[in-house]
């Protein structure tokens, strides 16, 4: 199937553009962002070499009403959606940290624990944890938001105030933000008969100098989910959670010897694995939203967003 792997628009009024990992970043006069979700698939800060169809549309779409259901607590970036894979709204300055939560021991935090460590970006972890088992209480560990291609590096609330990355006055708003979206995150999950197990969160200033939030939130790029109906059943057992998350791609390269590490070699991935892929997508879009997935018209995308976009701009 046809899939967006990258852009080249040109949009009125453009100044410059951004590619990220996932999403390139079309920056317009009068402080304007323009987001376009791209289908390409990152995992250990290495982007795919295959597209996976409809997932920029799931992403942005999630995103969008994630955005607009927590709103109440943090005001953010998001101004409209003219397209089912672009998101518009306000230029801010990011944040140089991404702010991760966790309220299970799983993926990178498990994969510390395991190794024997048992602290995580200067937070303790008690002894006899088991994977995906929950925490007393979820646990804030930040990263460096890495420069394109670099990896994204833990960094502790201590080293982030003294090295003066983020004033220890902004920091504190951003924990609380982080808490109180977490919370309104998990609840939804809990609706949906998920369990929000960690994700990740990322602030900007906006040009009044107010904090916002910014990017995608509850999406299976950011966030991890399990199902709440098999959790305990599948703990109990010692038994792998069925997520719905970007982890079962992980796993799998993890599995065919890639990590992203220097001298590794991207695994193949056939039409069947992708189409498993997108598959997997399109299921926690339902379960997340509670809505039937619509799949859009995959054969001339570029021309659908340029379009879309152009007429939302004039």
């Known amino acids: 199937m046809n899939t967006l792997i990258d852009t080249d628009f040109n949009f009125p009024n453009q100044l410059s553009k951004y590619s990220g990992k996932v999403r390139e970043v079309y920056k317009l006069k009068n402080n304007t962002l323009v987001m376009i979700s791209t289908d390409r698939l990152s995992a250990f800060d290495v982007i795919l070499p295959k597209g996976i169809p409809y997932k920029g549309q799931i992403l942005n779409q999630i995103a969008c009403k994630m955005l607009k259901a927590t709103s109440h607590i943090v005001p953010n970036w998001l101004k409209d959606s003219p397209d089912p894979n672009v998101s518009i709204g306000e230029a801010c300055v990011p944040f140089k940290v991404e702010m991760v939560i966790r309220g299970y021991l799983s993926g990178h935090a498990a994969r510390l624990y395991n190794s024997g460590k048992r602290s995580i970006c200067g937070v303790k972890m008690n002894d006899n944890l ?138 193949e991935m056939t039409d069947q694995y992708i189409s498993t892929i997108s598959e997997r997508y399109i299921e926690l879009y339902e379960q997340i939203t509670g809505e039937k997935f619509a799949k859009v018209d995959l054969s001339e995308i570029k021309n659908r967003i340029n379009n879309n976009v152009v007429s939302y701009l004039s």
């Open 130 to 267: 088991k994977e995906n088992d929950k925490f007393h209480k979820p646990i804030i560990t930040p990263t460096t938001k890495a420069d394109n291609g670099a990896h994204d590096e833990d960094i502790s609330r201590e080293e982030i105030i003294s090295k003066n990355i983020v004033s220890e006055s902004d920091y504190i708003k951003l924990e609380m933000y982080t808490r109180e979206l977490f919370k309104e995150g998990s609840k939804i999950a809990n609706e949906r008969g998920l369990i929000l197990v960690d994700t990740k969160y990322e602030f900007g200033k906006n040009s009044k100098g107010k904090i916002v939030l910014i990017d995608e939130i509850h999406t299976p790029d950011s966030s991890r989910y399990f199902y709440k109906d098999t959790y305990a059943e599948l703990q109990n057992s010692n038994l792998p959670q069925k997520q719905l998350s970007k982890e079962f791609v992980r796993q799998w390269l993890i599995s065919n010897g890639f990590q992203g590490k220097e001298g590794q070699k991207i695994p």
